[in-house]
């Protein structure tokens, strides 16, 4: 069993940076893809990007050139490094670990999730 706690978050302004971290305890996270969701207020969550266990990469095209996700080498942290924000980007980040197939945007592949931390982005 996984368990993931998130933290990083905080207030930035628009075209400021910020860097989340997501650190698992209970099991190594290295069979798991590791995916970072939001939910904006009054909004639906949605998925941000995912690291897979080959290290691949994939990105909502809203963040995509502008957000990175990475692993360290020991597989007990995932981060999500953001750049030129914005203030549609404000919102509560989550991570989650989940063994799924192409679907790394669906909630529904992610068996973990953390509990969450809020970026805001000011104008």
């Known amino acids: 069993q996984v368990q993931l706690v998130e933290s990083g978050g905080g207030s930035v302004q628009a075209g400021g940076s910020l860097r989340l971290s997501c650190a698992a305890s209970g099991y190594s996270t290295s069979n798991y893809a590791m995916a970072w969701f939001r939910q904006g207020p009054g909004k639906e969550r949605e998925a941000v990007g995912v690291i897979y266990t080959s290290g691949t990469t994939s990105y909502a095209d809203s963040v995509k050139g502008r957000f990175t996700i990475s692993r360290d080498n020991a597989n007990t942290t995932t981060y999500l490094q953001m750049r030129n924000l914005k203030p549609e980007d404000t919102a509560m980040y989550y991570c989650?670990?989940?063994?799924?197939?192409?679907?790394?945007?669906?909630?529904?592949?992610?068996?973990?999730w953390g509990q969450g931390t809020q970026v805001t982005v000011s104008s």
């Open positions: 989650a670990a989940g063994i799924f197939g192409s679907a790394w945007y669906s909630a529904s592949s992610y068996q973990h």
